[in-house]
């Protein structure tokens, strides 16, 4: 044996086996994983579309295939479409964009489509026998092949927005890969955890669409003087009376107190504590040139109300003396303005009071505010129906807690059922 094969020999015999911490107990006492390139494990998939009218497709990271019409607004392929590659189901596709979650680009696998029309700039390939979908789709989600071809890319390695990376390389990608009797057990083991993901999603999905549709009826419709669904209690109140807001809620200026957290108004999360967040702050040291908020005051940013940036507060706090502070009167229920203010009619209301040369540049003053007419029912009926929403909401979040914890779980069984990237010969 000559020193140059003693050394390779060396090198891998010194390399840590390829063997997840966790194996199901009938593959406990098997060989190591192997990596596998993607040259040895599959088909390059080339055959071009020609005269078949199929679907043009791109993908979106996190959904997978789109048809081009729905994600661009227009078919792009135009006359290349027959230059475009055929693609079927079972078939793999590497797009070479990159994303956050995806920074050397994303690959999916075809599914249901049964056959698409994708753009040649794809890498496209089939697994060989031996090698299951299932398994490698679970490896390309890890982003396995993405940890390896960033060797590959240098800063400026763009052509036309797609990152320079050719088919050799791509194919050259290695997963560690065990038996196939392996391979399908992890592969329908992580299946069941995404279709429990999946069934979870829809079920948050279906909540807030309900919530949607519930807010349209227990809202009055533009030009209507009462909402189509109402409590037992309240069906014989008769119209909702217009108000001026400044008829409901005051401007409060009170200086901030030492010692009282600071909180920023979010779009979609109402108030949250700033320190919550994970970027710095140029916070104002001194508490006295900060705004004080009462618990239950509406704080909303006023470059921002337009689109929605309020939020009740939860306790007293302090916020960015740049935000206005509506101290709510006693016939004034916070937590219903707040659903009320989210309504798409009543945030048209907001913007046309709101004072700018562009919509970039607009800022709803308390003064504007004060003088929108807002209607709105006795305040034992805004109670009931912020009770309600709000109970929708718990749920929401409650359902919403839920799928994370699958997403977390899920994670931390990859990193269980696979081999550390660390390992052997996965770099």
């Known amino acids: 044996m000559s020193s140059k094969t003693k050394t390779i020999a060396t090198k891998e015999e010194a390399r840590p086996a390829l ?15 192997k990596p596998v390139t993607l040259q040895e494990a599959s088909t390059p998939v080339t055959e071009r579309v020609g005269k078949r009218k199929l679907t043009p497709v791109s993908i979106s990271v996190g959904i997978g295939f789109v048809p081009q019409a729905e994600k661009f607004g227009k078919d792009i392929s135009g006359n290349q479409y027959q230059l475009y590659t055929l693609v079927s189901d079972g078939d793999f596709v590497f797009n070479k964009g990159n994303s956050l979650k995806f920074p050397q680009g994303c690959v999916y696998l075809l599914q249901g489509w049964g056959q698409v029309a994708a753009p ?106 009462q909402p189509r669904l109402r409590f037992p209690e309240f069906k014989k109140a008769g119209a909702w009376k217009p108000r001026n807001a400044g008829t409901l809620f ?43 908020v009462c618990k239950e005051d509406i704080a909303y940013n006023m470059m921002r109300m337009w689109q929605g940036a309020l939020g009740v507060a939860p306790e007293d706090c302090l916020v960015s003396p740049a935000y206005i502070v509506l101290a709510p009167m006693k016939d004034a229920v916070p937590v219903f303005f707040q659903y009320l203010f989210k309504l798409p009619e009543t ?40 009770s309600c929403l709000g109970s929708l ?13 699958l997403k977390t779980h899920k994670k931390g069984l990859m990193q269980q059922l696979f081999p550390s990237p660390d390992s052997g010969h996965w770099h």
Request: hydrophobic letters at 35%; one cysteine or more.
């Open 19 to 33: 063997v997840p911490k966790l194996r199901f107990p009938e593959f406990r006492g098997s060989e190591a994983w």
């Open 250 to 292: 005051a401007n409060r200026v009170t200086k901030g107190e030492q010692g009282l957290p600071i909180y920023s108004v979010t779009m979609h999360d109402g108030m949250v504590k700033r320190d919550s967040f994970d970027r710095n702050f140029y916070d104002i040291e001194d508490a006295a040139a900060n705004k004080k």
């Open 120 to 225: 040649n700039v794809f890498i496209c390939f089939r697994l060989k026998d031996g090698y299951s979908n299932g398994f490698f789709q679970q490896c390309f989600e890890q982003n396995q092949h993405g940890r390896q071809l960033k060797r590959h890319i240098t800063s400026g390695a763009r052509s036309n927005g797609l990152l320079n990376i050719s088919k050799e390389t791509f194919f050259g990608i290695e997963i560690p890969t065990p038996s196939p009797a392996e391979q399908q057990k992890i592969a329908e083991c992580l299946s069941s955890v995404d279709e429990l993901m999946a069934a979870q999603a829809r079920k948050v999905d279906a909540l807030k669409t309900h919530k949607k549709g519930l807010m349209q009826q227990l809202f009055p419709r533009e030009g209507e003087t």
């Open 393 to 405: 909401d718990t749920l929401i979040t409650f359902e919403a807690q839920k799928l994370e914890a």
């Open 347 to 386: 945030l048209l209301l907001l913007t046309s009071h709101s004072r700018g040369l562009t919509k970039d540049r607009l800022r709803l003053y308390y003064d504007d505010f004060a003088s929108i007419p807002l209607r709105c029912p006795a305040p034992s009926e805004q109670q009931r129906i912020a």
